[in-house]
């Protein structure tokens, strides 16, 4: 084997150097350049041996958004996915420890084989007494899934090619190591090369029968203590699908959300609630975030936002209040903070409110982040009706962006919030004025308000 040089790699943009640096010059990110060890070959005799890849034309191809995808039995899932696992593609599933990401996996293998497929659960963390026994916890049957439990790449693949099954799990690909490579399993360098190896092996070999769909592969993550994914942020980019498995170890709701999908639509969610009996899912996501609300305590107003393609309401809370300390505090729960710092500066100029000397909090009630820009109306709503002490009709929704100069800008799937908001049983919206004129029609029994500045939006909500 050639001697292999030592090199070095930012696992957050791959940038490479020749030696160790604390803080990678390309992305600015600190303790990220980590040790990779490459082969040494010579390309240019490689190039000049090797047999020219195959040409096909276009129009010859067998088109892959026809396949039928595999439905995981989950419709939540299968929502995020954009109808199920594609055969062929690779998806990638994250989450924090104990969040229940292999009890999710374990259901969609049962799910999977009791419809007749055949499963490959490939696991480097668990034996396969561990995964029996969750199965019994969970009541499932286990028809159709088979169990590998190893760790060398140069021995999943022949068992992947012997089952040709119609979907593939790796849990996790920190655990697969190639012995190619001289690092240990979880290094910049393995995860690299054997995840490629896996993607190449999924959308590569043929399938057996030759009209079978191929494999779909499932790759599970672990992540850092930051939430990103570990390894090589170049894994995000290989993969067709990336998903994070959300939620608080203190509460039962769970949230599956796409950050990138190449069959689908992205910043998807699927919600669940974790049970005696795996994750259950949750049908009507608006009622179970607005099942505690107190209606008539100041500081709270119920937002209409987009998750993906799904309309969701929303509770919004925030406290004012009288600062003992020389620095007031700004905190905010599932928004960005220096967005809540924005919209004071916006209250302050153009109605008049002194925020400067109060601390200020905001929360997304039932843990959900929130980062669209339609959340700013509902935001400012909160902290005015804290600020007055005074309470917001609580049959009102609220969604709009807010601009510096304090107008209300419009937004997109105005109509979808409203009739999430109609067939929840509110009766009055606050949108933007833009919103409000291009709006060709109305739920029954919802008056619609439009507010073009946030002078206007403060009157209809705290006349």
């Given amino acids: 084997m050639a001697k292999a040089l030592a090199r070095y790699a930012c ?15 390309e992305c600015g990110e600190w303790n990220t350049v980590a040790e990779e060890a490459q082969p040494a070959a010579e390309l240019g005799s490689a190039m ?49 420890p104990g969040i229940g990401k292999s009890t999710l996996v374990l259901q969609i293998l049962d799910h999977i084989g009791r419809a007749g497929r055949k499963t490959l659960y490939i696991t480097g963390e668990e034996s396969a007494g561990q995964i029996k026994s969750r199965a ?3 009541g499932l049957s286990g028809a159709g899934i088979q169990i590998v439990t190893e760790v060398e790449l140069e021995r999943m693949i022949p068992a992947m090619v012997q089952e040709a099954p119609d979907l593939t799990v790796i849990d996790s690909i920190q655990t697969v190591r190639s012995g190619e490579i001289d690092s240990a399993a979880g290094s910049l360098s393995q995860v ?5 190896r896996l993607i190449h092996h999924a959308k590569q070999v043929q399938p057996h029968p ?3 769909g191929g494999t779909a592969m499932l790759l599970i993550g672990h992540v850092t203590k930051e939430g990103a994914l570990a390894g090589p942020r170049s894994l995000e980019h290989m993969v067709d699908v990336v998903l994070y498995l959300e939620g608080d170890g203190d509460r039962p709701q769970r949230v599956l959300r796409s950050v990138k999908n190449r069959f689908g639509a992205i910043n998807e969610i699927g919600l669940f609630r974790m049970t005696g009996k795996g994750l259950a899912e949750v049908s009507n996501p608006s009622a179970l975030f607005l099942q505690e609300r107190i209606t008539d305590a100041p500081g709270t107003v119920v937002f209409a936002g987009m998750e993906g393609t799904r309309p969701l309401l ?25 967005r809540v710092a924005l919209l004071q500066a916006v209250i302050e100029k153009h109605l008049g409110a002194s925020l400067s000397g109060l601390d200020i909090y905001l929360n997304v009630v039932g843990g959900l982040r929130l980062s669209e820009p339609a959340l700013d109306a509902a935001a400012v709503a909160a902290v005015l009706s804290s600020f007055h002490n ?18 209300l800008r419009g937004v997109n799937f105005a109509r979808e919030r409203l009739a999430e908001a109609a067939r929840l049983g509110f009766r009055r919206a606050v949108i933007p004025e833009h919103n409000r004129k291009t709006q060709e029609t109305r739920p029954d029994g919802l008056e619609v308000i439009g507010a073009a500045k946030v002078a206007e939006l403060a009157a209809a909500l705290l006349p």
């Fill in 11 to 25: 696992t957050s943009c791959g940038a490479r150097f020749p030696k160790w640096l604390g803080r990678c010059p």
């Fill in 48 to 96: 000049a041996h090797a047999d020219p890849s195959p040409v096909v034309s276009l129009r010859d191809v067998g088109g892959e958004a026809r396949e039928a995808r595999i439905s995981t039995g989950l419709s939540e899932l299968d929502r995020v996915l954009g109808g199920g696992f594609l055969p062929r593609s690779v998806t990638l599933l994250g989450g924090d």
């Fill in 136 to 138: 019994d916890r969970l």
């Fill in 192 to 196: 690299r090369a054997c995840a490629a």
């Fill in 210 to 212: 030759p009209q079978a």
């Fill in 314 to 338: 929303i509770e919004i809370q925030a406290l004012v209040g009288e600062n003992a300390l020389a620095h007031p505090r700004k905190t905010a729960a599932g928004v960005d903070p220096n």
């Fill in 390 to 407: 005074r309470p917001i009709d609580p049959r009102t929704v609220v969604f709009g962006e807010v601009g510096l100069t304090g107008e």
